[in-house]
């Protein structure tokens, strides 16, 4: 690791770092295009393998990654009513910054954020469709609000693969 002195420049006190990752990047000025704007829980059961499979499949080059805690959930059923409109508000910035046209809403059996138990796998199956469904109306009520339209996909993992949730056309 390479430290980097505490420096003043123009009257700014530059505080001092030390260099965890070293790396170049180019320099760009414009912000990269977008494929998809993500919305998936982070349970790394299925983000450190089959999220980044899935944009392989698809052919995303730049998804924008957004994971937290129930995926989808804070649309369907959030915690209270900032914590909706925040993320709301997070996927309207990355829609318009990244030019972006697609959001895919996702959420997975046995999620701890919710933490239910279901009888039945079939009942959480059919539990976990209503909350997509309930997530992706949320999503477009607020995006024909803001006069700003993308595609809403909305997806379901299991145990046996993700799988591609088809609502009714809206």
Known sequence: MEDVKKMTRANLEILSMVTVLKFRSPVKT???KSESCNVFCLD???CNEHYE???RQEGYHNPDRNYFAGGAKKLAS???EGERE???ADILDLLKLHDCRRVN?????NCGKYGKR??????????FQQ???KARQALLDYLRGKNCEAQIHMYLLDWEGMHEVKGPAL
């Open 30 to 32: 414009d912000h990269y």
């Open 44 to 46: 790394c059961r299925w």
């Open 53 to 55: 499979e899935f944009y």
């Open 78 to 80: 959030p915690q209270n």
């Open 105 to 109: 809403l996702g959420v997975h059996v």
């Open 118 to 127: 279901f009888e039945t796998p079939d009942e959480e199956i059919y539990f």
């Open 131 to 133: 909350e997509l469904l």
């Open 86 to 88: 925040s993320t709301l």
